[in-house]
Each structure stands twice: as C-alpha cells, then as structure tokens.
C-alpha cells in the first residue's frame, strides 16, 4: 500500500539533546512537508522540500533542520536550540508543487521533552 | 497574504443534531479548499475537497460548497453521529506553496 510512514511514533528527550523524526513515502510525491501541531494552534509550517536537494524554510523554522537526499525520505532533526520542542509533528507529502491537490500525512510523531 | 478562519471550537452536539463548522478564507486568484478531519493520536485525512467556486466536495454525509462570493468553505452535515467527533481543518492550496490550515475546530458528539 502507498503512503508516509512517520517514526518513531513517540519519543522522549532530554533537553539539551537533538533528535531525529523519520518520514518516508512510496507515493512517487516530489513535494514534502513538515508541520507543528500545539493545542489550540492548528498546524504550523517547518520547512517544506519540493524537489530533491532543496528545502525552504516555513513560519517557525527556528530550532529545526531537515534535508532531503532522496525523494522518498524527508527527516526532520528538533535541534537543542528549539526552544519548546515538545510537540505533535506531522510529515505530509503532495504529487508535485504546481498541484494544487491534497496533501497526504502520516500518522505523526509525538515529541515530549523531559 | 493568503489566510484560513475558521469558528473556533469546542463544538458540542447531541446525535442525529445538524452541523455547521465555518471556514472562511483570503487569497489571491483561484484556491483549491478542502477539509481534513483528525482523531485523537491520528494525523490529518481529507474529507471532502473543492477546486473551483460553485462546487461542492461531499463525503461521508459531510459537504461544503466552495463560495467565491463569500470567499466561504463551510462544512455541514445534516445528522451527526458519536463517531464524528474529531478535529476539523478547513485548508486551502494554490501552486507552489504548502497548504495553510485553520486552526481547527474540535467537534464532540454525545449520544
């Protein structure tokens, strides 16, 4: 079956530490996204990739790296200088950036920083 | 720049009730609007989806019409069950950019 599978799918941290989400897809998607999930907040952007060896920066960028080596894999790293890190984070993907369709997530990754 | 509003929640209903969530949005040229649902510990399926003003995305029960002159994505539903309760985003997309959500509105259903 196609589709993005995120892990770890909880995670604990102890502050001071960086640490490493995992997204994968099989959906063939050139476009990948990472989104911040708070109570009350909606989503937020992180950093989004359209196309193999580039990213772009989102609204709340800070704290946080990504790359994207491989079309189908989109890690995202929660470094020490995130400031409030603990957080449900959710990776999605989309066929292409002209598309205006829906994006796909995964199942998220909740991380809670001791 | 583009933006989503949406009614903000909690939103408390008894089963069989009518719903109503409203979304509201601002953007340049012509948005695709859409509406995902998520349960607790999940992430974020669509539900229903509209491209171009005047058409109406439905699923399960659930549609919305895309309103240009409203600039208005409203999702309803003509008889709520205990299982509807979830959070609901309303979003919009245009070309080359990511998806921006509304802050979502929780919806809870009590039999």
């Known amino acids: 079956d196609g589709g993005i599978t995120q892990s770890p799918k909880y995670l604990f941290r102890k502050e001071g530490q960086n640490v490493t989400l995992s997204c994968e897809q099989n959906l063939n998607h050139d476009a990948m996204y990472w989104y911040r999930q708070d109570p009350g907040q909606g989503l937020r952007l992180i950093y989004y990739?359209?196309?193999?060896?580039?990213?772009q920066k989102g609204d709340i960028a800070e704290g946080y790296s990504v790359s994207r080596e491989k079309k189908e894999s989109f890690p995202l790293t929660v470094t020490s200088a995130q400031k409030n890190p603990t957080a449900f984070y959710l990776c999605a993907s989309r066929f292409d950036r002209v598309y205006t369709g829906e994006l796909f997530f995964g199942e998220g990754s909740r991380l809670t920083v001791l | 720049g583009n933006s989503v509003t949406q009614m903000e929640g909690p939103v408390t209903l008894s089963e069989e009730a009518f719903l109503t969530i409203n979304c509201t949005y601002t953007?340049?040229?012509?948005?695709?609007l859409f509406w995902y649902v998520q349960y607790p510990g999940e992430g974020l399926q669509l539900l229903l989806k509209a491209t171009k003003a005047d058409d109406k995305g439905s699923n399960k029960g659930f549609e919305a019409t895309y309103r240009k002159e409203t600039t208005s994505f409203h999702l309803e539903k003509g008889s709520v069950q205990v299982s509807d309760s979830a959070v609901y985003f309303c979003?919009?997309?245009?070309?080359?950019?990511?998806?921006?959500f509304g802050k979502g509105t929780t919806l809870s259903v009590s039999s």
């Open positions: 953007a340049t040229g012509y948005p695709s």
């Open positions: 990739s359209q196309i193999v060896n580039d990213f």
């Open positions: 979003a919009l997309a245009q070309a080359g950019t990511a998806l921006i």
